[in-house]
Structures are given as C-alpha cells and as structure tokens.
C-alpha cells in the first residue's frame, strides 16, 4: 500500500499529521481538561434545571417524570442484584455444600481457589 | 519506450482505475449496509456467572500441548478483538498451532454489575472459571494470558491464590505503572477530571465516554484512515480487516462504577501496583507471590498503554528467576490485529507458551 501511495492521499496524510499534531497538544493540555470539565458541569446543571422544571410540570398533571422512571429503575436494579447474589448463593451452596462467605472469613496471605459454580 | 508501448500502458491504468473504481462502488456499498463477521470461531459456553461468560473454542485440530490456554479479557473492551475475523484471529492462530483456547469475557455490564469490584474479578469469577477449565478438561494446570486490564487482573488472581493452578502468566500489554498512562489517567489522577461526574446514573461510566477518551487521544487520525479506506476501497481484504477493527474502536463497554472508584482511588492515585502490593478484600496481595512463569510482552508503539507503565511488571510479577520479558514492534493491538501480528507477535507468544507447555503423544482430539 505503501508502494505508489497517490498524490492525494500523501497530500491528505500529511495534511492531517500537521494538523493532527496541534490538535493532539491542544488536547493534552491542562486548559482542555479544566475546559471539559467545566463542559460537563454545566451541561449536568442545564439538565438538572431542565428536568427540575419539566418535573413539577408533570407531577403537576400527576405524570411520571424521567426522575421518577429513574428512581424507579435504581430500585428495580437493586431487586435485581439482590436476587442475582441470592441464586449466586444457591448456587456456591449446592456446588461445595458450604457457606460461600466463609471463604473470606479468615484474613489469610493467600487463598484456596473455590470449585466451579 | 516506444508510443506503443505507452499507449499499451496508460489503457492497462485506465482499465485497472475503472475496475477498481467499480470494486470500491460494490465494497462501499456492502461496508455501508453490512456488519463484519467478528468471533466467527465456533465455541461452546462452558461456565457462565453473571454476564461472565467462560467459551472454550472448537477447532478439527488436535490438542498438542498441554496446559490449555484461558484469555482473560480487559474490562474496557470487546473479546472479539481476538477473534476478528476467519483468517485473521489471534483464537484460529493459536488453536492452529494445537493449543486448547478459552477466553473469559466480562461481557456487557449494565446496572446490575455497577456494584462489581476489583473481588468480584479476582476472587468470585477468575478462580471460578478456571476451576471449570479444569473441570472441563481434567487438567491440573492451566496458561494464563490477560490482555491489558485483564493482566492485572490475573496477576492478582495468580498471586491472590497459594494453590492458584496457573503454571505460565502472560501480560499481554498489561499496566502497572498507573503514573505512565497518559493525559486522561493523568487528568483523573490530578482531580483535573472528576470520577464522580465520569459515572451516568447507571451507576457505571459509560462507553461513549470511554470511546470520547480514547478518540480524543488523536482526533484527526479518522480523517487519515477513512482517507485510507477510500484509497483501498477496492480491495476486499482490507476493507474487511478495516470494517472489523473500526467496530471494535467504537464498540466500548460501560465501565462498572464501583471497579472504576477502586481503581481510580487505589491503583491510578496512589499508583499500588507499583508497591508490588495491592488490598483486595481481607488481604494484602504481593505481586511477587506468583508462583507460575510469568511472561511480560509489551508493544514499543502502544499508545493505550504506554512501554513505561508495562515494563515495570517484569520487575514486580513473579520470581526473578521465572520472568520473561517480551518486547515487541507494534502498538496495543498487536496481540490481535495487523499484519505484524500474525508474521512476529503471535508466532513468539505460542512459542514462548509450547516452551513451557507438555508435549501431548499423541495429540489429543478435541
């Protein structure tokens, strides 16, 4: 590929490397992540207004707002990841017949690896 | 030259400039409108916990070495950079050379993996999946090879373990050295980025953002590539090697929060692993407690995880007396993808592996 590279692709490849290059220490620098920074927390503030406003709006109307759906979404995780550490349990339980949390009771250098599950 | 002769050559350029000006007509279309064949080695799901998935890859060709090989793949990442494409895959290679290949993939986390940390890697599904690798094969040992996060974990799970059966530890590319990691690690270890404001209400930081990290790196190299690909455009070959790894670029995972918090705070803050000691759960894990080979290969160009913050882990991982250090041309991915993979990387992985793998007489089938 390398070999007979066209005009047009050397002109753009070299083009973009002496672009690239500034771009690239503009990117690395202090002032670009203090600016990113900033960025974001501004766009989080603006979206915490927004839903805030659009919130009592809908309340107002006795609708769900994205903050409630979110809340309840939370709440559906950790149901989730409640019942998933539970059949985890069951699992270890019925794998090695014992308690799986009693591997980690004793603060030992090192430990015995557990059977499969 | 003769004008015959010039004239032969400028139609045998101006045929050649409409034929492939037709291929790169059918090759973008069909880049447009279709997905690459990315993971198409046959596997079997051979241990599942969570979205943890253990695959054990099928191959016609017998098993020449043992102890088989499990990949443990980074956290930040697809798996299927190792298997991108059929004739191009790191997982057809090796089992091509008659090693028995596994590969633990993490999967995609989503709000139910947010509270998943450092332990629940390295104590609840390394040792797990490699209990099933035994189980499936009824082998004692096993080869390690962890991919860039994926080293870290496993060098922990090596060392976690006083009965850890992991006879050969490979760092593919792995970081130590958090304090060598580049400007984003850098931003994040200085405050300059906050890790709070990094994670979405899923409770884990997501992959658009992981992609903005790394695509910012150099923002302007897509202009070069896609460049590249219309100048190439004709050719099947590398408009399917570039369709697969353009997906994988973008195709980022979300991060688990609570793993990102750890991380941040113990091992890209206060730079641990340099200590060679890590808490992880009750215990405090010596690196230099692994007991297995421990092979270091590291890429002089890579840019995701700089020489410096790998070199340090033959130093840290292991007994001195058991370490190797690999270093290799090429950039982060080049345990997987490039011509240079196939023709240098690779070839000295596996032989380092065979070097300290037993020779099966006769091989077995699989």
């Given amino acids: ?27 690395r620098s202090d002032t670009y992540f203090d600016l990113v920074t900033q960025a974001n927390r501004a766009r989080a503030l603006m979206t915490e207004a927004v839903e805030s406003l659009s ?33 985890k349990e069951i699992a270890d339980l019925e794998a090695d017949g014992k308690r799986p949390s009693a591997r980690r009771r004793a603060p030992v250098k090192k430990q015995t690896p557990p059977p499969a599950a | 030259m003769t004008p015959a002769a010039i004239s032969g050559d400028l139609v045998s350029r101006v045929n050649r400039e409409v034929e492939r000006s037709l291929l790169r007509a059918r090759n973008g279309v069909r880049y447009v409108t279709t997905r690459p064949n990315v993971g198409a080695t ?8 969570d979205k943890a998935e253990l695959w054990r890859y099928r191959s016609d060709v017998p098993i020449r070495y043992d102890p088989p090989l499990v990949i443990v793949h980074s956290l930040v990442s697809r798996s299927y950079i190792f298997d991108l494409r059929p004739g191009s895959s790191t997982v057809e290679f090796l089992l091509g050379q008659g090693l028995d290949v596994f590969m633990l ?46 080293g870290v974990l496993a060098a922990l799970y090596a060392a976690g373990y006083e009965d850890a059966p992991v006879r050969n530890l490979m760092l593919w590319a792995a970081p130590f050295d958090f304090g060598q990691m580049g400007v984003m690690v850098a931003a994040v270890r ?15 930081v997501p992959a658009d953002a992981l992609y903005s990290g790394f695509f910012m790196q150099a923002p302007t190299k897509q202009v070069a590539q896609y460049a590249t690909l219309l100048e190439n455009l004709w050719n099947d070959e590398f408009v399917d090697g570039y369709q697969a790894m353009a997906q994988w670029s973008r195709e980022q995972v979300p991060f688990p929060g609570a793993v990102f918090r750890q991380i941040v705070d113990d091992i890209v803050r206060r730079n641990v692993l340099m200590t060679g000691r890590l808490r992880l ?12 080979n421990v092979l270091n290969a590291f890429a002089e160009n890579d840019n995701v995880v700089p020489v410096t913050a790998t070199e340090p882990a033959s130093q840290l991982v292991g007994d001195p007396a058991r370490r190797t250090e690999l270093r290799l041309t090429g950039g982060h991915v080049t345990f997987a993808a490039g011509r240079h993979a196939f023709k240098h990387t690779l070839p000295a992985l596996t032989d380092w592996t065979i070097a ?4 099966l007489k006769p091989p077995k089938e699989r």
């Fill in chain 2, 105 to 150: 993939d993490f999967g995609i986390p989503d709000e139910l993996d947010a509270d998943n940390t450092l332990e629940t890697y390295v104590d609840e599904y390394l040792p797990r999946a490699i209990a099933a690798v035994q189980a499936e094969t009824g082998v004692d040992e096993v080869t390690v090879a962890g991919y860039c996060l994926g």
């Fill in chain 2, 42 to 49: 046959p596997k079997d799901v051979v241990w599942k916990r």
């Fill in chain 2, 356 to 359: 300290h793998s037993d020779e």
């Fill in chain 2, 281 to 292: 759960g009750e215990r405090v894990i010596q690196l230099a407690h692994v007991e297995a």
């Fill in chain 2, 190 to 204: 200085d405050g300059r980025l906050d890790a709070d404001e990094l994670i979405d209400h899923t409770g884990n």
């Fill in chain 1, 55 to 87: 919130e009592e709006w809908l309340h107002l109307w006795n609708l769900p707002a994205n903050t409630d759906i979110r809340g309840i979404q939370a709440q559906l995780s950790r149901l989730e990841r409640r019942v998933a550490t539970l059949q």
């Fill in chain 1, 1 to 27: 590929m390398a070999k007979g590279k066209p005009l047009w692709l050397d002109t753009v490849l070299r083009l973009e490397r002496a672009v690239g290059e500034r771009v690239e220490s503009a990117v």
